[in-house]
């Protein structure tokens, strides 16, 4: 009996070691004790694995809208804008009771699937559509506005495909020759009122801010505007580029991460 008691014993020890711990978002305090029981449990390179699909995860509905240039560069920049609150509510529908092991094979997954269906639209033309939108004559220059001197951006854009545009998304980029890093860059949302209608040219101007305003770029030598196309959307607010290069380039640098 009593080595029957034994074999139950050690069974019962056993099976607390057999499963891993899982995250309990029950609320944020469970949320940060499950997490670092986990990480407690977990060698250098999972705990850093675990960190990045943590990152990418809380800030995946913010990529998708494309709401900070940042995003499509940094996924630790983008989350460190979120508050630990807010990276709790954005976590808890997708992690809820899993362990940190499912956690990053489920999103090697789904960026496999994500990546691989990326590939197969590029690869049979999906982003031609880009091309349609031109945008021609792109300046950044500074103009005086009674007795302050503002920046000031301006490019044309022109619509040739075979549909009205109701709205684009530009990214936008001051650079000098030799340089990897912009001096200033920003996205840039154009709604057009009435449309752009099928080939119509619109000449388009801002005011920008930020970066932008540092009174050195006046001098810049050889200075560039870049603009490019992200996406744009027809009338019924359908996206017309299928794949956004940049994120799908995330995509494999965070896959490649998870190992």
Known sequence: MKRLS???????LLSGCMFDPTFNMSNFETFQASLAEMKAKLGNDDVRRLD????????????RAQANVQMASNVSAAASTL?????????????DGKSGAAIIRDLALKLDTEISR???RLAGGDNTTAKLVEVTSPGYYWKRSGRLEQPAIEFAVFNGGKSAISRINFRLALTTPNRTIPWARQDYIEVFKGGLE???KRQLSLQPAGAWSDPQLKYLPDAVLK????NYEDADG???IGVDTESLELKR???ASLG
């Open 227 to 230: 603009v490019e196309v992200l």
């Open 118 to 120: 990326a590939d197969a």
């Open 83 to 95: 508050s630990p609150y807010t990276m709790f509510v954005q976590l808890r529908p997708k992690i």
């Open 253 to 255: 640098r965070v896959r």
């Open 6 to 12: 034994l074999i139950i014993l050690c069974c019962f």
């Open 52 to 63: 990045i699909a943590l990152k990418y995860l809380a800030v995946e509905n913010m990529l």
């Open 238 to 240: 359908q996206k017309m």
């Open 198 to 200: 099928p080939r119509e």
